[in-house]
């Protein structure tokens, strides 16, 4: 009797051993590369949508008054008064319509980036609730999100590449003394917002390229040591 029971002791610990080992390998957990896959992902994607939503890309000057401009917003510009003339008005805006904005190369880049940053944002937010919450990211998930990545970097990328062709419009030739065009400053110069959006663009393509480390599977087998 008693070396049934042991019998039946150990049927049972093996029974509980293979029912643990039989767990769905979704359950995984980010790696340490994860981990730092995770909070890059989210500088970048900080990094981008901060510079993108600021207008500070270009600097110029209109009337001794330096003026600032993005790609759907610009700081200072003048307008004109009831008496038919012309001031400064020293504040920062967006363009009233998608529309007014000033050159059809902005429109593309507000959209290439505006899209690259929704995209990066919603990746660096799933991989942070992954450090929190096992089982979020597989292998083959951290992969999709590394393809993800790739293609936000590269519409921001892309937007930022292609904003010096709306260096032509007659806003932009205004303030940099009206010698600007694709790809010439003129008097203007490159601003801190677009340095700050083209270093997200880079550090985005950059977190990609650890998206297929993030993620090690890990069984839980909880009675190994019964």
């Known amino acids: 009797m008693i070396r049934t029971g042991l019998n039946d002791n150990s049927s049972w610990k093996t029974e509980l051993i293979q029912r ?5 390998a979704a359950m995984t957990r980010l790696s340490g590369v994860g981990v730092f896959w995770a909070l890059l992902s989210l500088l970048a994607a900080v990094g981008a949508s901060f510079g993108f939503y ?18 759907f917003r610009r700081c200072n510009y003048p307008r004109r008064t009831f008496n038919d003339e012309f001031e400064m008005v020293e504040q920062c ?5 998608f529309t007014d904005i000033p050159s059809l190369w902005w429109q ?3 959209i290439a980036v ?4 929704g995209l990066a944002v919603l990746i660096a937010l799933i991989a942070i609730l992954a450090i ?3 089982g979020i ?8 999100a590394g393809v993800l990545q790739m293609c936000s970097g590269l519409l921001i990328g892309g937007g930022v590449a292609i904003y010096p062709h ?10 940099c003394g009206n010698l600007s065009g694709s790809y010439k400053f003129g008097t203007c110069t490159f601003y801190w917002a677009f340095y700050l959006t083209a270093g997200g663009a880079a550090l985005t393509l950059i977190t990609a390229m650890f998206s297929c480390c993030a993620s090690t599977p890990k069984r839980d087998r909880p009675y190994d040591d019964v």
């Open 20 to 24: 643990a080992r039989r767990q769905p």
């Open 54 to 71: 600021m207008p500070y890309w270009l600097q110029g000057q209109l009337n001794g008054i330096p003026v600032y401009f993005g790609v």
């Open 93 to 97: 805006g967006r363009y009233s319509s």
């Open 108 to 110: 593309v880049a507000t």
């Open 114 to 117: 505006g899209t690259g940053c």
């Open 132 to 134: 929190c919450i096992r």
């Open 137 to 144: 990211i597989s292998p083959f998930i951290a992969r999709i």
């Open 166 to 175: 709306g260096w032509t419009s007659m806003e932009v030739q205004q303030a």
